[in-house]
């Protein structure tokens, strides 16, 4: 059974901190990796999707690696906001078979980014 | 595009009534539908995966009988909890996929039960 742990649980830094948040999964035989964005009572953003072939994605201030033979992928956020403050999501999407795109979700990240 | 929508964004209910949520995907057709279930400061449970026109396969834990799924079209799931109690509130969160793409999340249903 896939389980995701995300590192930290919670992380407050100053407004331009660049910052590093991090995922691991415990099964390699992963379809893709999604990092997703939720803020307070609302649903998710997806922010960055990798599949299992690629090693990274960028998107504006945003970049997500993947390393699938060591179970981890990290969400780099450079010159941080107080509009990034959320929660960011890692989930691991399953290979095939009758689980295929089934998404299992780490515990999160609560990012603060004060002025 | 890849729209999806949930109806409704927050309920309260009396315990022992039924509650429907709906999810629909609202410019393309989804031929998966996935249920999630978020505890406060928990992350995302997945409830069940439904398929157009076949019964929902449920996650281990998940009573099939309580949480009833329907996946009557390519655009439209619904959830409903039946005779919902305290333990059964949360945010219900459904998404949508089209073949083999990514899932499109809606944005949530908070369910209260009283």
């Known amino acids: 059974k896939q389980e995701v742990t995300q590192i930290p649980a919670a992380l407050s830094v100053p407004e331009g901190e660049n910052l590093v948040l991090n995922c691991s999964f415990t099964d390699s035989a992963i379809y893709n990796l999604q990092w997703f964005r939720q803020d307070p009572g609302k649903g998710l953003t997806s922010l960055l999707l990798i599949q299992s072939s690629q090693r990274e994605q960028t998107s504006g201030r945003l970049n997500a690696s993947l390393d699938k033979s060591s179970g981890r992928s990290t969400l780099y956020i450079a010159a941080s906001q107080p509009g990034d403050s959320a929660t960011y999501l890692c989930a691991v999407g399953e290979f095939g078979g009758t689980s295929y795109g089934k998404l299992t979700f780490g515990q999160g990240t609560i990012l603060t980014v004060h002025p | 595009g890849a729209v999806v929508s949930q109806h409704p964004s927050w309920v309260i209910c009396k315990s022992g009534t039924s509650v429907k949520i709906e999810c629909r995907s609202l410019d393309f057709q989804a031929t998966t539908m996935f249920w999630y279930r978020q505890f406060p400061k928990q992350s995302l449970m997945l409830m069940a995966t439904?398929?157009?026109?076949?019964?929902?396969?449920?996650e281990q834990g998940v009573e099939k009988d309580k949480f009833l799924i329907n996946h009557a079209s390519l655009t439209l799931s619904t959830l409903t909890v039946t005779s919902a109690h305290p333990e059964d509130s949360s945010f219900y969160i459904c998404s949508a996929r089209r073949h083999q793409e990514t899932q499109y999340f809606g944005p949530g249903t908070r369910l209260l039960v009283l």
């Open positions: 439904s398929n157009e026109g076949s019964k929902a396969t449920y």
